[in-house]
């Protein structure tokens, strides 16, 4: 149980587009949805929090007009890179909380976005 | 300041022996979550633990174990005869009640442990 997938597991764009990747929880429905990036050797910073049904919170630093977050229903959130850059190269890894709060959160397998 | 410091960035080892991967973690709250998380080569995290704040027994779970030491400020993770499988990077994490955005994961950077056959 308690499984969240992400899609796609890689995308390569190039600058300028927009990339959305999904996040679903499969087997349980999510409170909350959580964004982490993960440059290479780096640890995971959390990007944003959102809610579902409501507008994310995002971490400072952190363009919300750049990373746009979705969160329509329990089991899916969305992540869209908007005018990607080579510098939005990363690993973006999604989780998911039943409960929210310091509730357990459940990985997502990762997304790995390549910006040429 | 970091508020969860792995300060050994790479460790390697040959198959068989014990290792102890540190964490050193800093908060004001009486209640919160530590957690251990491994990241093979693949990217995906792997879930090992979670200990509450008011939990300070040691942990065992086959080859791992876990000492949660609140007088230190520590939460280390042993890994008893290692296994080539066991390569990857290791992270630490920390869950606050009261720090900002509840729930936030804030990440150690990481261990890399290496296990040579």
């Known amino acids: 149980g308690a499984v969240v997938s992400q899609h796609p597991s890689r995308v390569i764009c190039k600058s300028g587009t927009s990339v959305k990747i999904e996040c679903r929880s499969l087997d349980f429905q999510a409170t909350t949805m959580f964004w982490y990036r993960q440059f290479p050797k780096q640890s995971l910073m959390l990007m944003a929090t959102s809610n579902e049904g409501s507008k994310a919170t995002y971490e400072q630093g952190v363009e919300k007009d750049k990373f746009l977050i979705n969160h329509a229903s329990l089991t899916l959130s969305t992540l869209t890179v908007t005018s990607a850059h080579p510098e939005d190269s990363s690993f973006y890894i999604c989780s998911a909380s039943i409960a929210g709060g310091m509730d357990e959160q459940f990985f997502g397998p990762g997304t790995r976005l390549t910006v040429l | 300041a970091q508020k969860v410091t792995q300060a050994q960035t790479e460790i390697s080892v040959v198959e068989k022996e014990d290792v102890t991967l540190d964490c050193v973690y800093e908060?004001?709250?009486?209640?919160?979550?530590l957690f251990w998380y491994k990241q093979p080569p693949s990217g995906e995290l792997v879930f090992l633990i979670r200990?509450?704040?008011?939990?300070?027994q040691n942990e065992i779970s086959g080859r791992y174990s876990w000492n949660f030491q609140k007088s230190t400020s520590s939460f280390n993770f042993t890994i008893t005869a290692s296994q080539v499988v066991d390569s990857a990077v290791y992270f630490c994490?920390?869950?606050?009640?009261?720090?900002?955005?509840?729930?936030?994961?804030?990440f150690g950077k990481g261990t890399k442990l290496s296990v040579k056959p």
């Open positions: 200990r509450n704040s008011f939990d300070e």
């Open positions: 908060t004001r709250d009486t209640t919160y979550y």
């Open positions: 994490a920390l869950s606050e009640e009261d720090g900002g955005s509840q729930g936030n994961l804030i």
